[in-house]
């Protein structure tokens, strides 16, 4: 499974952003799929997933603000991040995940999103 993200870069308190994740190869395999994010000096945390059922869970610090969606195309899917009246704490850079049977999570490059006061 390959993953690449895009969007993100510059936005402004209180403004949105979007984030893009291209998932190709062995999309069958796959049982749910995520956004996490990583502050400078802080652990990784998963903001956001939805199942391959379309189930959606999000993270207390962002529900109601960020929405997760995937739309799918034949073997190429591609996993959405809405993110809505954005603080300046979440600056950091975001990663898509997927999550596939037997072999487990595979992590994106990242994509960098910083938010302005």
């Known amino acids: 499974v390959q993953l690449v993200e895009s969007g993100g870069g510059l936005g402004q308190a209180g403004g949105p952003l979007s984030l893009s994740c291209a998932v190709s190869?062995?999309?069958?395999?796959?049982?749910?799929m995520g956004w996490a994010r990583q502050a400078p000096g802080k652990q990784r945390e998963v903001v956001a997933s939805?199942?391959?059922?379309?189930?959606?869970?999000?993270a207390d610090a962002v529900r109601g603000r960020f929405t997760i969606s995937i739309s799918r195309d034949n073997a190429k899917n591609t996993v959405y991040l809405q993110m809505n009246s954005l603080k300046p704490e979440e600056t950091g850079v975001y990663y898509c995940?997927?999550?596939?049977?037997?072999?487990?999570?595979?992590w994106g490059q990242g994509t960098q999103v910083t938010v302005s006061s």
């Open positions: 939805i199942t391959s059922g379309g189930t959606t869970n999000d």
């Open positions: 190869g062995s999309i069958f395999s796959i049982t749910a």
């Open positions: 995940s997927a999550d596939r049977r037997v072999i487990g999570r595979a």
